[in-house]
């Protein structure tokens, strides 16, 4: 039986206030939260989980925040930040565990990165505008246990919501209520499929049992299927007999393309 995980970086760090866990962020994100932290409450800290580890990119990141780099750090006592970077890979789907509320980064891009991994931990999660091809972004946000922001303002406004517990634990129920309907999705997805296998397999079969009905034609026999006709203008028009529109080799189209060429080159 699996332990729960626990890591003592991430808990001593999240203990000493509210924190976010920003997941999967790519610069566009992290301008928008530079734009929204000096209107955020000082209480409130975050761990900035960036989608690409690169470390000029996390170096400036750690210059320009002032902030702790998780693989620096022994665990113990941590030196004062009120941001740290999770500079690290594999780490992000447990580490919600230890956060107040959550960010999903992506959504400032092309699109909106997993949300389900903080809501199964009834964490309210934030993320930008682009979330329109994600349905359990949609649910989340349908039951009040997500926000979609679109600038930096929006974003400090909801983090300050978070500091009023009735509306805090209202998000919380709300994502776990979408999180449990949610649960068993691959049981019921494995189930589905299982029941529409036979009739899969079925068809998988047929084109065998038709194919074995007549033998295949060889290759001559395929250039022996053409013949010339003469349209109304009198040009050589190439038409393939009905009877020959398989080679058996599943190489129809070529050898037709192929064989229209050669007729014409002799025209």
């Not at 580890?53 to 693989?71: F, H, K, M």
Request: charged share 20%; aromatic share 10%.
């Amino acid at each position: 039986m699996k332990s729960a995980f626990t890591d003592p970086v991430l808990a001593n760090f999240c203990a000493e206030g509210p924190t976010v866990i920003a997941g999967s962020v790519w610069p566009e994100d992290l301008k928008v939260w530079q734009r929204a932290w000096p209107a955020i409450p000082e209480k409130w800290r975050i761990v900035f989980a960036p989608h690409v580890i690169d470390e000029t990119a996390i170096t400036n990141l750690q210059t320009q925040w002032q902030a702790l780099r998780y693989t620096r750090l022994e665990g113990a006592e941590l030196p004062e930040s009120r941001v740290l970077i999770l500079d690290t890979i594999g780490m992000l789907s447990r580490s919600y565990r230890y956060g107040k509320l959550a960010y999903v980064g992506g959504a400032f891009r092309t699109g909106l990165h997993n949300t389900l991994e903080p809501m199964a931990y009834g964490l309210p999660t934030i993320f930008g505008p682009n979330h329109d091809k994600f349905p359990e972004a949609a649910g989340a946000l349908a039951a009040g246990g997500a926000y979609s922001i679109d600038n930096g303002d929006q974003l400090a406004e909801v983090v300050e919501r978070m500091d009023d517990e009735v509306a805090y634990y209202s998000a919380v129920e709300a994502q776990r209520r979408v999180a449990l309907a949610n649960s068993g999705a691959g049981e019921r997805t494995a189930a589905y499929i299982l029941k529409l296998l036979p009739v899969y397999l079925l068809l998988c079969l047929l084109p065998v049992g038709l194919a074995a009905q007549r033998a295949p034609l060889p290759y001559s026999s395929f250039e022996q299927g053409i013949r010339q006709s003469k349209s109304r203008d009198g040009a050589d028009e190439l038409q393939l007999a009905a009877r020959y529109g398989d080679d058996g080799r599943g190489t129809t189209g070529r050898r037709d393309h192929r064989a229209r060429n050669q007729f014409r080159g002799r025209a």
